[in-house]
């Protein structure tokens, strides 16, 4: 087993791995930026070292500083996590090269597989059904009308590098396909530094749908069942659920077996996600492959008990996978919220800050990733993700149940937060009967308004922030304030208030 880890990331997924590696005997290596002192994945780590000032660019993307503070202290690997480097086909080599173990797939598998177009190609050799579309990337604006007429309108331009919903542009009628082609290829080219485009149908109302997958080194490919990431907005994923309400147990063995055969074409080694869209005739098509761990992967974990985190440590290390297909039998529902310190009111605009009062749920079937704890200040340089809060149910009815209770124990002071959205979803009759697509958000909840009254218990966290405050003044002003970075120490814990 490995005696070293290094994380190459923050927040909620560090610690999250950090705990995987706890549990199994490893020590657990944190790097952060200047900002990021006193984070949470700092404070849980055996060892932390500063990586660069607060801008990503400077700091957790800088992938030969990474390596260098992992052969320095010892480590004998890295994990990525997701975001930053996970997918920096150049850093898994490098990683490699350096002698160390990336926990991931190789450099080759990513730049294969991040490539929309090759990955779609790939698929199509293999049987795998893709989204009707070019073949290939498109040449010059001719052209591109030439494919649109052959594949119909509606379609998507879609930037072959694409990721994070950037470069892709909706084409309703013919005269707009020139503008399309040239928006998308040009926010692709400052995005990526990769300007190429191709098209896909542009699919009315489909589901989001993934499979994830574990590949070892031996040949052996397990696929586990499917997550619903349809809830999105602007592209972007915001509730996953596993099982899907739509799929049953017949589609959950073809879209696993179409995963497997993704995997397989592709050489895929380690965690991976495939995901698809599925439209109203539950007919699926792959999308692209995620050649990392999702942040969604806690609901698969919560219905099928395996740790995802586990088995890529292990992958990793050359072991053979010792689940069976037939091992995996999910049991019950459950449901990720998003949490995010942004603001529902102001078109969802970060809200960093301080948390001055914050408390988590707890609970049957509750679990919490999060990357913060009260005191801390969410920085600016970062995606304002506080935590993902999962619920596990016997049934989707009570996953969702458990969902509004946890969200309604959730105690957030000083940022504002998605948790108000994601009450409203959870309430709403569409969504209650799994009746949802990718547009939900904006065509259901366009006119409903977020809840976001103040309760009585928001005024209560209020009231006992504002006290702690003033405990901690009066402290201060009679035995003076604590060391600077001792953010953990005893002295400031004494202080806290009683929890409720
Ligand atoms: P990215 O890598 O930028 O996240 P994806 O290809 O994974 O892009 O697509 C993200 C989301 O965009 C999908 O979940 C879906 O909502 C929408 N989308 C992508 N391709 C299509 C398509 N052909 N038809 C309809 N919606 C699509």
Not at 133 to 152: H, T, Y
Not at 156 to 173: D, E, P
Not at 413 to 438: C, M, P, W, Y
Request: charged letters at 25%; proline letters at 5%.
């Amino acid at each position: 087993m490995f005696k070293k880890i290094l994380v190459a990331n923050r927040g909620e997924i560090a610690v999250r791995v950090m705990r995987a590696c706890k549990e199994m005997g490893i020590k657990a290596v944190a790097v952060y930026s200047e900002v990021d002192r006193t984070a949470l994945h700092v404070r849980i780590a055996d060892e932390a070292y500063c990586v660069g000032p607060p801008p990503s660019s400077e700091s957790y993307l800088q992938g030969d500083k990474i390596i260098d503070i992992a052969k320095d202290c010892g480590a004998e690997a890295i994990h990525p996590g997701y975001g930053f480097l996970a997918e920096n086909p150049t850093f898994s080599r490098n990683v490699a090269n350096a002698g160390l173990v990336f926990i991931g797939p190789s450099g080759g598998v990513i730049e294969h597989l991040g490539d929309k177009m090759s990955a779609r190609k790939t698929m199509m050799n293999s049987g795998v059904p893709v989204v009707p579309g070019s073949e290939g990337g498109i040449e010059d604006e001719k052209q591109a009308v030439r494919l649109v007429n052959e594949i119909g309108l509606p379609v998507l331009i879609k930037a072959a590098a694409g990721g994070g919903g950037k470069g892709m542009r909706i084409v309703h009628a013919e005269n707009e396909i020139k503008s399309a082609v040239r928006g998308a290829a040009s926010e692709a080219q400052s995005a990526f530094g990769d300007g190429r485009v191709y098209i896909e149908k542009y699919l009315e109302q489909p589901r989001h749908i993934e499979i994830q997958i574990l590949c070892d080194t031996h040949g052996n490919y397990l696929y586990f069942p499917e997550r619903e990431c349809s809830i999105q907005r602007r592209h972007q994923k915001v509730i996953e659920e596993s099982p899907s309400p739509l799929v049953d147990p017949e589609m959950r063995r073809k879209m696993g077996e179409a995963a497997v055969a993704a995997a397989k074409a592709s050489g895929y080694v380690n965690a991976g996600t495939v995901e698809f869209l599925v439209d109203k005739h539950k007919k699926f098509y792959f999308l692209e492959v995620n050649t990392r761990l999702q942040v969604e992967h806690p609901v698969t974990e919560m219905i099928t008990g395996y740790d995802l985190v586990k088995e890529q440590i292990k992958i990793a290390l050359g072991a053979e996978l010792s689940i069976r297909q037939e091992d995996i039998v999910p049991k019950g529902n459950a449901i990720e919220c998003r949490i995010y310190a942004e603001d529902p009111r102001n078109n969802f605009m970060p809200s960093v800050g301080k948390l001055i009062s914050y408390e988590e749920p707890a609970g049957p079937g509750v679990r919490v990733d999060s990357g913060v704890y009260e005191g801390f200040t969410i920085p600016i340089f970062y995606d304002p993700m506080v935590s993902k809060l999962i619920a596990w149910g016997m049934d989707r009815q009570e996953a969702i149940d458990r969902m509004l209770r946890a969200l309604s124990e959730y105690r957030i002071v000083g940022v504002e937060t998605t948790i108000g959205f994601h009450k409203t979803v959870l309430q709403e009759a569409n969504f209650r009967d799994g009746n949802i697509s990718t547009h939900y958000i904006q065509e259901v909840l366009g006119d409903i308004s977020v809840e976001l009254e103040v309760t009585e218990d928001d005024m209560i966290a209020v009231a006992s922030a504002v006290s702690y405050r003033r405990m901690k003044q009066d402290a201060q002003l009679t035995i003076g304030t604590a060391p600077s970075g001792s953010s953990g120490s005893a002295w400031k814990n004494s202080f806290r208030p009683a929890r409720r």
